[in-house]
């Protein structure tokens, strides 16, 4: 199975922050890696989608690069509607894993 | 637009079973993989299997295999997850989600509650 690790696995952040979540496959996945925002109670939601490309209606303030075994989630300024919790998971074969999460939280 | 909507929460006994019911609306249900997500208590995301509507292929996790099975019904556009033998550490909150590549879709969520 191919692990996802995630760093760090909490984020404390200012409002206007630029944010970035790191996550690692333990082998070369290509381009087939998602990001998700979950805020608690809820759903996950989908953000990023082949590790790059923004799900319709996302704010352009996220963006997703990477390939292969590394790939960065980064939001340019942070707004309050982003304290939530982002997980990443690949996509290339099954099983489907997540990472571990990180949660970005009020400094 | 699509959705899809779940059965209400559960509480069962240790050594019961569990069916959580997931109804797609809005897309035609035969073109996604409904697939199943749990979530324990202030943890991660675990995918636990999915069902292909239009075959009714499933695949699942090894860790689910022998304990969980995945069906569906064209004609509700339902999909439906059920888990035996459960255990205290079944407790969470089971999602359904469709996923041509990702997932882009998902379910509020079910809260299974397992407890003597």
């Known amino acids: 199975d191919i692990q996802m690790t995630q760093s760090p696995s909490t984020l404390p952040a200012s409002v206007g922050d630029r944010v970035t979540i790191t996550c690692r496959a333990s082998?070369?996945?290509?381009?087939?890696l998602a990001w998700y925002q979950q805020k608690p109670g809820k759903a996950p939601k989908l953000l990023i989608y082949?590790?790059?490309s923004l799900e319709s209606g996302v704010p352009s303030r996220f963006s997703g690069s990477g390939s292969g075994t590394e790939f960065t989630l980064t939001i340019s300024s942070l707004q309050p509607d982003d304290f939530a919790t982002y997980f990443c998971q690949h996509y290339k074969i099954n099983p489907w894993t997540f990472g571990q999460g990180t949660k970005v939280e009020i400094k | 637009q699509a959705q899809l909507v779940q059965s209400g929460a559960e509480v069962k006994k240790p050594g019961a079973s569990v069916k959580v019911s997931c109804q797609a609306s809005?897309?035609?249900?035969?073109?996604?993989?409904i697939n199943w997500v749990r979530q324990a208590p202030g943890q991660g995301l675990e995918w636990m299997g999915y069902?292909?509507?239009?075959?009714?292929?499933?695949g699942y996790a090894p860790k689910f295999q022998g304990r969980v099975t995945m069906t569906r019904d064209t004609s509700t556009s339902t999909a439906y997850l059920e888990l035996t033998s459960l255990t205290s550490e079944d407790t969470g909150v089971y999602y359904c989600?469709?996923?041509?590549?990702?997932?882009?879709?998902w379910g509020q969520g079910t809260l299974v509650t397992v407890s003597s």
């Open positions: 082949k590790a790059s």
């Open positions: 989600a469709r996923r041509q590549y990702n997932f882009d879709c």
């Open positions: 809005g897309y035609p249900f035969t073109t996604y993989d």
């Open positions: 082998q070369g996945i290509n381009s087939w």
């Open positions: 069902v292909h509507p239009d075959s009714g292929n499933t």
